[in-house]
T-cell receptor
Framework: DAGVIQSPRHEVTEMGQEVTLRCKPI?????LFWYRQTMMRGLELLIY????????DSGMPEDRFSAKMPNASFSTLKIQPSEPRDSAVYFC??????????FGSGTRLTVV | AQTVTQSQPEMSVQEAETVTLSCTYD???????LFWYKQPPSRQMILVIR??????QNATENRFSVNFQKAAKSFSLKISDSQLGDAAMYFC????????????????FGKGTKLSVIP
């Protein structure tokens, strides 16, 4: 298995632009999580899905952030409009039930 | 709410020596998982070791072992025979068990400990 695949690996964008981060979970996994990592706040859960349905989005910082999972093999995290304070590493992780957890390699987002 | 505290922002160890990283947590649950993750400069999050709270026996994975003290809510990681490849950020994390009926399946992370290995 190729593991959890995230794209792009790096993204540099200008303030005000729309940014879309992508994630392909491990085949057969039924949970998908989006985390954000910053120096100040560490690793924070943004949202998670179970069987493609959003279960808990209480960690999404603002309405500028949205996430979708149209099918079991794909999820997106969108920021519109982006701001410099959104600069961080964004991780996607998937699991089969609650018993395993595999992270992607992350997307480093820089908003200038 | 559950919290995880790693009190050592940075640690260093001589190659081939042993080092222990500390972690404490706060929870009202009786059943849960605890984890140590390694994040090298490549930023990949790598699972090092996992402990189920209902198991009294400390988990071990090759050179990595934990000292789990449930009453004290302490979960330290010992790395034996340290190697240059062990240099990384290490994160302690907590997760409830699925049938607890409370909260989500998210991982709650500590702020991390940066481990340097001196040749």
């Amino acid at each position: 298995d190729a593991g959890v695949i995230q794209s792009p690996r790096h993204e540099v964008t200008e303030m005000g632009q729309e940014v879309t981060l992508r994630c392909k979970p491990i085949s057969g996994h039924d949970y998908l999580f989006w985390y954000r990592q910053t120096m100040m706040r560490g690793l924070e859960l943004l949202i998670y899905f179970n069987n493609n349905v959003p279960i808990d989005d209480s960690g999404m910082p603002e309405d500028r952030f949205s996430a979708k999972m149209p099918n079991a093999s794909f999820s997106t995290l969108k920021i519109q409009p982006s701001e410099p304070r959104d600069s961080a590493v964004y991780f996607c992780a998937s699991s089969l039930g609650p018993h395993s957890y595999t992270f992607g390699s992350g997307t480093r987002l820089t908003v200038v | 709410a559950q919290t995880v505290t790693q009190s050592q922002p940075e640690m260093s160890v001589q190659e081939a020596e042993t080092v222990t990283l500390s972690c404490t947590y706060d929870t009202s649950e009786s059943d849960y998982y605890l984890f140590w993750y390694k994040q090298p400069p490549s930023r990949q999050m790598i699972l090092v070791i996992r402990q189920e709270a209902y198991k009294q026996q400390n988990a071990t994975e090759n050179r990595f072992s934990v000292n789990f003290q449930k009453a004290a809510k302490s979960f330290s990681l010992k790395i034996s025979d340290s190697q240059l490849g062990d240099a990384a950020m290490y994160f302690c994390a907590y997760r409830i068990l699925p049938y607890s009926g409370a909260g989500s399946y998210q991982l709650t992370f500590g702020k991390g400990t940066k481990l340097s290995v001196i040749p």
